[in-house]
């Protein structure tokens, strides 16, 4: 599952299980560390033990929240010892464009987190995760054999564990299976999760070297080596501009240490991780707000279980940050400093970079500050725009035909009015979520 934070809706804890449609392996090991720390876990009779250090070529196939990433190759690296593994792969995708491709690295390290990095060279982008260590495999010490099967021809036996949810507060159960052949040797690593969110994983590997990896086969790229990316440099000044974000009751309504989206941007958040229960009762505000757009890194901001954070070093913070939807699009290091007309830009708000009150970025006393003069336009429940409206319906026929056009009418329409027969939504109560009443006009 490669989740990474949610775009938004951070009040609940959404860290590192939405905010970005790839950095599965970060779950999986979150995963394993939960398998080995829940009451009553004993190891399994015969249970498989993978080798300490060892490489291989890998596939990777997934589903996410509506998003596909279909036989991405690439190559795994672990080591046990060392308490290090990484996952360098293309990933494949048709969430906007046919099979669009992208360079991904995921760098485990115990002593640093993980670091994702998107695309190549002078064009990628690093985000890193604080964290430690969690073995992709500690689970097997607790598995259940299932049965004997092959893959490509190569004798294997599957083991499987279920466990609960490797974050607090997320209602989703998880399954983890694995076919292991002969010494240990996994020839498939598999990830299913029902609740919340419900997708799959997937990793075949083939090509086995029982070599130890070494020191450069987990070397910090270059875009990590210097984190954050600087800020833009060249910028279109001032501007006011709207945009979105789903919250719920009791979170407040507030746009520091938070995350937003113009309308495209938004629109592939909810079409992609909105469906389901969970947002039945969730509200869209639409904002108005004013920033400088020197845009810096985009920032993870999330809620730690008391107040919502943006993580990033202090240069990073002291920028409203962009980056493409779902960190997809044409445009190089995430979409920091491109228009992102293709998928739509997703924005960071960081309470350090926000201005004094009653003063604006650019202004006397602003004193370099990023953004300011936020107002909260209207405010909608999720619910009349997603299913109401028939945003998802929508979304569901344009997956594969960027941009969105007909579903960012839709989103367009729900906000500009309140009258149903223009496609519009009442406004709901940011406070309780009730929908209020409507005035009669005679």
């Not at 505000?285 to 202090?314: I, K, M, R």
């Amino acid at each position: 599952l490669s989740l990474s934070l949610s775009v938004e809706d951070h009040h609940t804890r959404n860290f590192a299980l939405l905010q970005r449609p790839m950095p599965h392996v970060a779950v999986l090991g979150a995963v394993a560390a939960a398998a080995t720390a829940l009451p009553g876990a004993t190891e399994s009779h015969g249970a498989p033990v993978v080798p300490a250090q060892w490489s291989a070529a890998v596939e990777y196939t997934g589903t996410l929240v509506g998003m596909n990433f279909t036989d991405s190759p690439g190559h795994f690296y672990y080591d046990r010892p060392g308490q290090r593994h990484r996952l360098t792969y293309t990933m494949i995708s048709d969430l906007f464009k046919p099979n669009t491709s992208q360079a991904h690295d995921e760098l485990s390290i115990s002593s640093k987190g993980t670091w994702f990095t998107i695309g190549k060279a002078a064009d990628a982008a690093c985000m890193p995760l604080p964290g430690k260590f969690a073995d992709l495999f500690a689970w097997l010490e607790a598995a259940t054999h299932v049965s004997a099967s092959s893959i490509d021809g190569v004798p294997c036996d599957v083991w499987r564990r279920v466990m609960p949810a490797p974050f607090p507060g997320q209602p989703v159960m998880t399954t983890m299976s694995a076919c292991v052949a002969a010494g240990g040797l996994p020839l498939a690593l598999n990830q299913s999760y029902h609740g919340k969110f419900t997708g799959h994983t997937r990793y075949r590997f083939s090509r086995h070297s029982l070599q130890k990896p070494g020191d450069a086969a987990f070397e910090a790229t270059a875009a990590c080596k210097s984190y954050p990316a600087p800020p833009c440099g060249s910028s279109a000044g001032v501007v006011a501009m709207g945009v979105y974000r789903v919250f719920g009751p009791p979170e407040p309504q507030q746009l520091q240490n938070r995350d937003a989206g113009d309308v495209l941007g938004d629109v592939s958040f909810v079409c992609t991780q909105g469906a389901g229960a969970f947002y039945a009762s969730k509200l869209i505000t639409h904002w108005n707000v004013t920033v400088d757009t020197n845009f810096g890194q985009y920032a993870l901001c999330n809620y730690n279980g008391s107040q919502n954070l943006c993580g990033g070093p202090p240069e990073q913070l002291s920028h409203v940050g962009r980056r493409s939807s779902q960190m997809s699009g044409g445009g190089p290091k995430m979409g920091q400093c491109s228009p992102n007309e293709d998928v739509g830009s997703q924005f960071s708000f960081p309470e350090a970079a926000r201005c004094p009150e009653g003063v604006l970025p650019g202004q006397s006393g602003s004193e370099g500050c990023a953004w300011g003069g936020a107002r909260a336009l209207r405010t909608i429940r999720a619910s009349c725009v997603m299913e109401e409206r028939g945003l998802l319906a929508a979304c569901a026929k344009e997956f594969g035909h960027a941009p969105f056009l007909k579903s960012a009418r839709i989103w367009r329409a729900a906000f500009e009015s309140s009258d149903p027969a223009l496609g519009g939504c009442p406004d709901a109560d940011a406070d309780t979520g009730a929908e209020l009443a409507q005035p009669i006009v005679v």
